[in-house]
């Protein structure tokens, strides 16, 4: 072999050996550490008895840390002021002062979740341990359920609350409990509880001072004294109190208001001229499509109340024939019109204004304009039976989207509800105690009165095109079973 080929090998060796260097990878740093810290000693056993205050430590395998300490440290009964934590390496010690403690006493601590490792803020869940400050253990308990009164539904927010029932009602708002407990998925259970009697309350303590003092605060209250000696489960019906300033004809007008399903189209006009301005709940943009429901009506909502309408100035055709059947309302606030009308099936509608057929108080008209809607067919619709006992003064409410769109009275065991649109929907019971139409809620002050309540249909009810739907609203059967102790 001659020098020169020999050359260009050695060469070809030498950026092969370079290149495989320059591309090593830095380490990744390998998986991601999700292990929570591990408990490995402590200085006081749980069930404690004769505690009379001091220092408990708590040994944990590597290093960690505090995290909301304030919101996630529960002891119970209430102390006057939190225990003092405080963590060193893997030490977290919490010191409980004597002169906090009450005599036979049995206490619950719950740390929650303030116990992190360092390094990736993995919880230590659930440190929690009991202790005595007498010669036994108080081994009572109390579990229930709370459910939302105006819907039915279970409610899983908020805390449980417990007060001496020697105290008057004035507490709720002016002490802390005694006892809290979480809600959990509409439920709550306390234990370790003392042979005494308590007044039981919900709290959702929107401002973390465990008083009820905000009146957009949703609370529940139970009718009586409760032992939990005597009583296994208790059930709260939760609500938010009316404000002093809403009357019944405004809460009324506010139900009218939600059972209108409007698209809130806007009516143009190219005039520069200041004029008073409206929205119309009808699909005016394609004239050839069905989109007006036959039990609905035609509402104008006005940006203004309005002072006088003139009804000669509104003039209403179906398939170019007049229609002389309109009436036309306005509502208690003057701000929106509602036109009222037998609808023929797959009409094409045509409305006219005239200028000035509304006027507000300042004087400004309402220009003239005119557009087309077209309504549906019979069978577009789907009809639903309800079968349900009348036993006082019920009412039916059917809900779409969270919204009630139709109620009927339940004055025979068989409600109708006609004209349905292909969807899915929710069915309630209302107990209407006041036999106004709508749902009252409850009070705290003065008369102290629960919330009327609801019976909420668990299962989805689909409503099809042309097809009649039958259920069984059996309220019994709707209801779930008391918890077992």
Not at 221 to 250: C, G, I, M, R, W
Not at 436 to 462: R, Y
Not at 471 to 480: C, L, P, Y
């Amino acid at each position: 072999m001659s020098v020169k080929p020999f050359q260009y090998l050695l060469f070809l060796c030498i950026s092969l050996c370079w290149f495989s260097c320059a591309n090593i990878m830095a380490p990744t740093g390998g998986p991601r550490d999700v292990t929570a810290p591990v408990l490995k000693k402590r200085s006081m056993a749980d069930s404690a008895l004769n505690f009379k205050g001091g220092s408990i430590r708590f040994e944990f395998d590597e290093f960690v840390q505090l995290r909301d300490v304030q919101n996630q440290l529960i002891v119970t009964p209430l102390l006057k002021k939190n225990p003092k934590v405080t963590v060193h390496k893997k030490r977290v010690t919490i010191e409980i002062e004597d002169s906090l403690l009450e005599p036979n006493t049995t206490y619950a601590v719950s740390m929650g979740s303030a116990i992190q490792d360092v390094r990736e803020s993995n919880p230590y869940k659930n440190l929690s341990f009991t202790f005595s400050t007498g010669s036994y253990f108080d081994s009572l308990s109390l579990r229930g359920s709370v459910v939302e009164a105006n819907t039915g539904r279970p409610d899983t927010s908020g805390m449980v609350v417990l007060y001496k029932a020697s105290l008057p009602d004035s507490a709720f708002f002016k002490e802390k409990p005694l006892y809290i407990q979480k809600i959990e998925g509409g439920a709550f259970f306390f234990k370790n509880l003392p042979d005494k009697e308590f007044s039981v309350y919900v709290l959702n303590d929107q401002n973390s001072n465990l008083r009820y003092d905000q009146t957009n605060e949703k609370i529940a209250f139970y009718d009586k004294k409760v032992s939990p000696k005597d009583t296994l489960t208790v059930t709260l019906h939760s609500f938010v109190a009316q404000e002093k300033a809403d009357s019944n004809a405004n809460r009324r007008q506010l139900a009218k208001n939600a059972m209108t399903d409007t698209r809130n189209l806007p009516v143009s006009d190219n005039k520069e001229n200041i004029r008073l301005n409206f929205i119309i709940n009808a699909d005016t943009l394609d004239k050839a499509k069905r989109t007006f429901d036959l039990y609905d009506s035609v509402v104008l909502r006005f940006d203004h109340p309005l002072k006088a309408f003139d009804e000669s100035k509104m003039h209403l055709f179906q398939n170019e024939a007049p229609d002389s059947n309109v009436i036309v309302k306005m509502d208690s606030a003057r701000k929106s019109l509602s036109l009222f009308t037998l609808w023929g099936e797959d009409a094409l509608c045509k409305i006219i204004f005239k200028k000035g057929f509304a006027q507000d108080s300042a004087g400004l008209q309402a220009n003239a304009t005119e557009f087309y809607f077209r309504t549906k067919r019979k069978s577009e619709y789907g009809t639903l039976i309800v079968k349900c006992k009348k036993e006082g003064n019920e009412m039916l409410e059917l809900m779409k989207n969270e919204k009630v769109i139709a109620r009927k009275k339940v004055t025979d065991s068989l409600v109708a509800f006609p004209f349905l649109s292909p969807d899915t929907y929710l069915l309630r019971l209302l107990h209407d105690e006041n036999n106004n139409g709508i749902w009252d809620t409850g009070s705290f002050f003065g008369e102290k009165k629960q919330p009327e309540l609801v019976d909420l249909l668990p299962a989805t009810i689909t409503i099809r095109a042309n097809w009649e739907n039958k259920i069984d609203f059996d309220v019994n059967r709707t209801k779930k079973p008391a918890l077992k102790k």
